[in-house]
């Protein structure tokens, strides 16, 4: 094959590539996404980044298209020469790259952990020298490979590894959205012409050559080509040579089908082994009667090179040589490579073979297809098993087996996250679902998919009808199912159809006859839900009280635990339990880490954050918040971060905040999420009354308070009341009283009667105000809701310097003020120090300190190497490697004035009232 072309100009990309590399050799990392059109010259970008690497460790890989079902192929390919570096790591790391890679049996190891153990991996084989990853035609990596390298690739920092991705746009892949990236354009017209020029021996008519440039906008592969194949039009001026990625396959799949037959057949089997091993190639090649001379034709018109390994001039080539292969022809080297596989070690590779070869239905492929699928799934590998499934489901000949092994693979796209295939193979098992349980179970997963990818106002709907219909066949899963449906109407919320609403769900589940067998904790949580909707408080919270101690205190199975855990936290919630609503919320985010589950822990790691600050730990949930975004990431969840809405609420910087909150709204409601708006609504309505800004607190509070979510509806109403009260809407403020006497109606709970009291005070006067406000102030003291006792304290102060109690007044309002500086909850704190300033006392506005200046993660970091934390403990636990830890801690270290660990631990970090 000739040379790898010279760059023609590319000035600004390889500055940028060579500034990457300048920063790997000093010790930082780097991360680069090239984008461009198939041809445009992003392979040669890459070719001067290998070249340019010298004293550097270089790992190269190329996506494969007919790869992208095989899970973590990729990955294995990129690690497999780093592989000896993993004893250095953790034994959970090792684990899960052994479990990974097949070397090692096991239960699928959790996806962040796989992916530390590669930034892991990585780090150490950067110890020795600099590591350049370079990963050609990225939008054909598996699935799970790309979640790994996109995982890694936004926590490299301070590793040495330089990370460059080439991916062919237009591409509607989002794994690798957000790494900074360069667009590759064509080439400017003065290079483009002596590109042209150059490979063109002879005159160049100039209009053609103007057009040529023009309409090949600078393609490298598109002007090369055209002076291969085009020469004499392009000398005589008298034709145009067609241009573009379609019409540069089509020349290449011309130049296939003149090779000689044999040869074209041998590029054909070349074209469907995706591993590119030389080895296997002559293995299949001999099972069908072709020889290594088969080769020389296409090495000599440069479409192959035949070595170690196989390597096509450019992807292109590769799917022109696939795609010039008949029926028959495909079948036939996808038959001669199932052959020349190893059917244990590659036993896969063989089968997936095996069913690209098939002509038609075969039951016993397709039993050994959902076998391996099993397998793959086991692993890690859930994209893999889907398209295994969904192959087995096509050679299936019995119908009844047939759709349900095509509700499995719907299943299994729907927890890979694919919900077009996910929706297309439910139509398909649709037209062929032999009894009513299958229909049942088709709407189900409709539901199912419609709440995981948009938290829409369709999928109450779906889940009810599943609901239902289930009843009669499946009286267990039709209760589950409510549950389900219960959950989404409630994320749903105000923009709900109203057949589906809450209150619809509500109304049905209890109407809905109970499971057979023992009645367990799910039902009791199923029954007390829809009490709380249609009969209210006093008549659910006995119920939800039961069903909340049998999953905190019971031995619950921990598959329940995942689909229910979100539910259990916000039955506490109604209790206004607030030791039992972080007690649940712990053991939902303990399990989903424990097991991997990410789709649950990404919910649980939301309530999470508002818990934390409820106890006025902002700085946790600023923790919280980086796990929780990167499961997102890993997930693609696109519901809205709550904990991120109430910390611009406590931040009280109203020109930031605003901004943020109306186009966290927008999207909620583009979603479809009701209850996104409820948070939006809430976190403005906070937001106001930090900043005394009445008038706004009270709309934003009362859209928050209008309709019944249960719970949330009823923690909105104290904002609604203080906000009314304020600006003067004393009817409004009475109103939500009476709604939030019958929301805290039978509970003895601290938090419901000091919420009650302080709402009851702020509509009094006299000693009757007196008594509740210092009730208000007794019972939330008693609780952990720093956050909820700082804001009594303040309108107490309030009230007391208005009644010219400066004295009293003072003691309130400092402790207020200095409860709401420790938190960071700006607003409130201004709001509280312009009171205490009314009453005489002397107060300085909250400066920023040294500590300040740390990034949240940076505190974090500090905090846990202070407590004794070891590198790698803390990388793991924040899902960065320990070497950028040790990056993190030489910044810290610089901005506390100290040098060492020791130092740090007579450093003041950051007021907390928790404990290593």
Request: with cysteine.
């Amino acid at each position: 094959m000739e040379a790898a072309p010279v760059l023609q100009g590319r000035k600004h990309e390889r500055d940028r590539l060579d500034q990457a590399l300048r920063r790997v050799r000093s010790g930082e990392s780097a991360v680069l996404v090239l984008r461009g059109e198939a041809g445009v010259g992003k392979t040669t970008l890459l070719d001067h980044v290998e070249s340019q690497a010298a004293r550097c460790r270089v790992a190269r890989i190329t996506g494969v298209e007919s790869e992208l079902d095989l899970p973590f192929a990729a990955l294995h390919q990129l690690c497999a020469p780093m592989l000896a570096s993993a004893g250095t790591l953790p034994p959970p790391q090792q684990h899960a790259l052994d479990v990974t890679f097949g070397h090692a049996g096991g239960a699928a190891p959790d996806r962040l952990v796989l992916g530390l153990a590669v930034l892991g991996l990585f780090a150490e084989a950067a110890a020795e020298q600099p590591l350049v990853c370079l990963i050609d035609d990225a939008q054909w990596l598996d699935t799970a490979s790309r979640q790994v390298l996109g995982f890694v690739a936004r926590r490299l920092l301070g590793e040495s590894v330089l990370l460059v991705f080439a991916i062919r746009e237009p591409n509607p892949d989002t794994l690798l959205a957000g790494l900074p990236a360069l667009a590759v354009g064509g080439l400017d017209d003065a290079d483009a012409r002596a590109l042209l020029t150059a490979a063109t021996p002879g005159l160049l008519d100039a209009r053609v050559l103007d057009r040529i440039v023009a309409e090949t906008r600078g393609n490298p592969l598109a002007l090369l080509e055209l002076s291969r194949s085009g020469r004499a039009e392009l000398l005589g001026g008298f034709a145009l040579p067609a241009v573009g990625a379609d019409a540069l396959q089509d020349r290449y799949e011309q130049r296939v089908r003149a090779l000689p037959g044999p040869t074209r057949r041998l590029l054909l089997l070349a074209a469907a082994d995706p591993t590119g091993d030389a080895t296997l190639l002559w293995r299949a090649a001999q099972g069908i009667g072709l020889g290594p001379q088969m080769a020389a034709p296409a090495q000599e018109a440069q479409l192959v090179e035949i070595g170690r390994s196989v390597r096509f001039r450019h992807p292109l080539v590769r799917t022109a040589a696939y795609t010039a292969g008949s029926v028959e022809e495909r079948r036939a080297v996808h038959h001669a490579l199932a052959a020349a596989l190893d059917g244990g070690n590659d036993r896969q590779r063989r089968v997936w073979h095996l069913a690209a070869a098939a002509a038609g239905p075969d039951d016993g492929l397709a039993a050994e297809l959902a076998d391996v699928a099993r397998g793959v799934e086991s692993r890690g590998g859930i994209a893999a098993a889907a398209a295994l499934l969904r192959r087995s489901a096509e050679l299936t000949t019995d119908p009844r087996l047939g759709a349900e092994r095509t509700l499995s693979a719907a299943r299994a796209h729907l927890d890979a996250g694919d919900f077009a295939s996910t929706l297309g193979l439910l139509a398909r098992a649709e037209a062929c679902a032999v009894d009513e349980l299958q229909v049942a179970r088709i709407d189900l997963l409709r539901g199912l998919t419609d709440r995981a990818a948009h938290s829409g106002r369709e999928a109450p709907a779906a889940l009810l009808r599943a609901a239902r219909r289930l009843q009669s066949l499946d009286g267990r899963l039709a209760r589950h199912t409510f549950l389900d449906a219960w959950g989404a109407a409630l994320v749903a919320g105000g923009l709900a159809f109203l057949e589906s609403d809450l209150a619809a769900v509500s109304v049905a589940a209890r109407e809905a006859p109970p499971a057979p067998g023992e009645t367990t904790a799910a039902d009791h949580l199923l029954d007390g839900l829809a009490a709380l909707i249609t009969e209210g408080a006093a008549a659910a919270h006995p119920i939800l009280r039961e069903a909340v101690t049998g999953f905190v205190d019971d031995d619950v199975p921990r598959a329940q635990w995942l689909h229910c855990g979100v539910l259990v936290a916000n039955a506490a919630l109604s209790l206004w339990d607030y030791d039992r609503w972080e007690a649940a919320n712990a053991r939902h985010v303990e399990l989903a880490r424990a097991g991997g589950a990410l789709a649950p822990l990404a919910n649980a790691l939301n309530v999470r954050r508002v818990i934390a600050l409820w106890r006025g730990d902002v700085a946790h949930a600023r923790e919280l918040g980086t796990e929780e975004a990167t499961v997102k990431q890993v997930t693609g969840t696109r519901r809205a971060s709550y904990g991120d809405l109430f910390l611009l609420a406590y931040q009280g910087h109203a020109e930031e905040a605003l901004p943020l909150l109306a186009k966290a709204a927008e999207e909620a409601a583009a979603r479809g999420e009701g209850l996104g708006l409820y948070f939006t609504d809430r976190a403005t309505a906070l937001l106001h009354l930090g900043l005394g800004h009445y008038a706004e607190a009270a709309a934003a509070a009362g859209r928050a308070a209008t309709g019944d979510l249960g719970p949330f509806t009823a923690q909105a109403l104290p904002d609604l009341i203080e906000a009314a009260v304020r600006s003067g809407a004393i009817p409004v403020a009475e109103a939500a009283l009476v709604r939030l006497g019958a929301y805290t109606a039978g509970s003895d709970q601290d938090w419901a009667t000091g919420l009650r009291a302080r709402s009851r005070a702020l509509l009094s006067s006299g000693e009757e105000a007196d008594r509740s406000y210092a009730e208000a102030v007794d019972r939330l003291g008693r609780t952990r809701l720093t956050f909820e006792l700082a804001r009594t304290r303040l309108v107490y102060g309030e009230w007391l310097r208005r009644g010219r109690r400066r004295s009293d007044a003072r003691r309130h309002l400092k402790q207020a003020f200095e409860e709401f500086t420790r938190m960071g909850a700006d607003g409130f704190a201004e709001r509280a120090r312009h009171e205490l300033l009314a009453t005489g006392e002397k107060v300085r506005k909250r400066t920023a300190d040294t500590v300040g200046e740390l990034t949240p993660q940076e505190e974090h970091i500090a905090r846990m190497a202070k407590c004794g934390r070891t590198n790698a403990e803390i990388g793991a636990e924040l899902y960065i490697s320990a070497r950028t830890v040790e990056w993190h801690l030489s910044r810290v270290f610089g901005k506390l004035g100290i040098s060492s660990r020791k130092e740090l631990r007579h450093t003041l970090i950051h007021p907390s009232n928790r404990t290593c």
